[in-house]
């Protein structure tokens, strides 16, 4: 591990990538608007946001296959803002791995060091590397096509590793793969990041694979970027009403409700203390999973959904439809009469018009 971990990063040290107040303008729709971050060398990093975000574009401009319309970007201090694709120092995988029908997988990954005109025995070396660490060494002399979806990712994975980027970008690698193989082959990115330990910027609209296997997520929302951090951090301490919203399944519930002397009234009978929040209207966002069974809030489940070793729970609760999610051995069926009860830590206060998160929590 040792071993991979150093030759991929011969020629590279430290590399962090910083984008400064990167804009790309498609002639009026801003579809990359002031992004400035900071994505950790050596860390595995999901570009993440729903269709038309942002996230391809943000990373056709750290690839050079795009230019931006202003800011820079920089790989450790050097910026390769002018740079063309070829200087940057990139390996890119494509949702539809772009390989080469015609050659061999063996061709396929030698090719960018038969371009850069590498000695034969080199060649034949770090391609043998690369082979082993997607584990497809004994596929080495078939074409393309007669290789699986996550083959042929594989193929694209070691294409792109063999020329020892300083940095792997990866848009939407998974999409094309059906919901087994998509599992099987994003626990072999995280395995295949650890062990080159190459920085690597992963784009997905799928929340659940950014928040299985990244390091850090940038979530994404019309160009603009809405938080960056551990996915863990993101889910429990969300910065605003979209972030809270967009992860999570089944989704968070929101609730619009007035902050009354401190309270905030869910029910005629069931209400909840709150530090922070000002008197006024809020939005209450509850997460399935707060619910729990106890002395609380009475009411009934109108609809009951096994989930694995899950049961969801469907009830009404002022005025909307809310979700909890109870272990199977509540045993609750449809029409039950329940008793819930909060976890405070997965209640989060919006403000109704802008969404920001306000500094508000269950008190007690
Ligand atoms: P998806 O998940 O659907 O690929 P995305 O988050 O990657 O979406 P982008 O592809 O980066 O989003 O697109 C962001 C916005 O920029 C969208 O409104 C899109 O229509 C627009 N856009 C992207 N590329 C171009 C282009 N070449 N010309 C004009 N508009 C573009």
Same mark, same amino acid.
């Given at each position: 591990?040792?071993?991979?971990?150093?030759?991929?990063?011969?020629?590279?040290?430290?590399?962090?990538?910083?984008?400064?107040?990167?804009?790309?303008?498609?002639? #009026?729709?801003?579809?990359?608007?002031?992004?400035?971050?900071?994505?950790?060398?050596?860390?595995?990093?999901?570009?993440?946001?729903?269709?038309?975000? #942002?996230?391809?574009?943000?990373? +056709?401009?750290?690839?050079?296959?795009?230019?931006?319309?202003?800011?820079?970007?920089?790989?450790?201090?050097?910026?390769?803002?002018?740079?063309?694709?070829?200087?940057?120092?990139?390996?890119? /995988?494509?949702?539809?791995?772009?390989?080469? =029908?015609?050659?061999?997988?063996?061709?396929?990954?030698?090719?960018?060091?038969?371009?850069?005109?590498?000695?034969?025995? &080199?060649?034949?070396?770090?391609?043998?590397?690369?082979?082993?660490?997607?584990? %497809?060494?004994?596929?080495?002399?078939?074409?393309?096509?007669?290789?699986?979806?996550?083959?042929?990712?594989?193929?694209?994975?070691?294409?792109?590793? $063999?020329?020892?980027?300083?940095?792997?970008?990866?848009?939407? =690698?998974?999409?094309?793969?059906?919901?087994?193989?998509?599992?099987?082959?994003?626990?072999?990115?995280?395995?295949?990041?650890?062990?080159?330990?190459?920085?690597?910027?992963? $784009?997905?609209?799928?929340?659940?694979?950014?928040?299985?296997?990244?390091?850090?997520?940038?979530?994404?929302?019309?160009?603009?970027?809405?938080?960056?951090?551990?996915?863990?951090?993101? +889910?429990?301490?969300?910065?605003?009403?979209?972030?809270?919203?967009?992860?999570?399944?089944?989704? %968070?519930?929101?609730?619009?409700?007035?902050?009354?002397?401190?309270?905030?009234?869910?029910?005629?009978? +069931?209400?909840?203390?709150?530090? #922070?929040?000002?008197?006024?209207? /809020?939005?209450?966002?509850?997460? =399935?999973?707060?619910?729990?069974?106890?002395?609380?809030?009475?009411?009934?489940?109108?609809?009951?959904?096994?989930?694995?070793?899950?049961?969801? !729970?469907?009830?009404?609760?002022? #005025? &909307?439809?809310?979700?909890?999610?109870?272990?199977?051995?509540?045993?609750?069926?449809?029409?039950?009469?329940?008793?819930?009860?909060? &976890?405070?830590?997965?209640? +989060?206060?919006?403000? =109704?018009?802008?969404?920001?998160?306000?500094?508000? &929590? !269950?008190?007690?």
């Amino acid at each position: 591990m040792e071993t991979i971990k150093s030759k991929i990063n011969e020629r590279s040290c430290a590399m962090e990538l910083r984008l400064e107040h990167l804009v790309k303008d498609f002639s #009026g729709t801003k579809a990359v608007n002031d992004v400035s971050i900071t994505i950790q060398d050596g860390k595995l990093t999901g570009l993440l946001g729903p269709s038309g975000c #942002g996230k391809s574009t943000t990373l +056709y401009l750290i690839s050079g296959l795009e230019s931006p319309t202003s800011g820079r970007i920089f790989f450790g201090n050097r910026d390769v803002t002018a740079l063309p694709p070829e200087k940057r120092g990139i390996g890119l /995988v494509f949702q539809n791995y772009a390989l080469y =029908p015609h050659l061999t997988v063996e061709q396929n990954i030698a090719f960018p060091l038969v371009n850069h005109k590498e000695g034969k025995e &080199e060649i034949r070396r770090r391609t043998l590397e690369m082979a082993r660490l997607v584990q %497809i060494e004994d596929l080495l002399k078939r074409k393309p096509g007669k290789l699986s979806g996550g083959q042929q990712q594989r193929v694209a994975i070691a294409r792109a590793l $063999v020329k020892r980027p300083d940095i792997l970008l990866l848009d939407e =690698p998974l999409s094309n793969l059906d919901a087994r193989l998509r599992l099987e082959m994003r626990e072999e990115i995280r395995r295949i990041q650890t062990e080159t330990g190459v920085t690597t910027v992963f $784009v997905t609209h799928d929340q659940e694979e950014a928040m299985s296997i990244t390091d850090e997520i940038v979530l994404m929302r019309t160009g603009v970027v809405q938080q960056q951090c551990p996915p863990q951090q993101m +889910y429990l301490n969300p910065a605003n009403r979209f972030v809270a919203g967009f992860l999570g399944n089944p989704p %968070i519930n929101f609730f619009r409700l007035d902050v009354c002397g401190g309270t905030v009234c869910l029910a005629e009978d +069931y209400m909840l203390r709150v530090r #922070g929040a000002a008197d006024g209207p /809020v939005l209450v966002g509850i997460r =399935p999973e707060a619910w729990r069974l106890g002395q609380g809030l009475r009411t009934a489940a109108e609809a009951v959904e096994m989930r694995g070793k899950d049961l969801l !729970v469907t009830f009404s609760l002022a #005025g &909307e439809r809310a979700r909890a999610i109870l272990d199977i051995t509540a045993g609750v069926a449809a029409g039950d009469a329940v008793e819930l009860t909060l &976890e405070p830590r997965l209640v +989060y206060f919006f403000d =109704p018009e802008t969404g920001a998160r306000l500094d508000a &929590e !269950v008190a007690g």
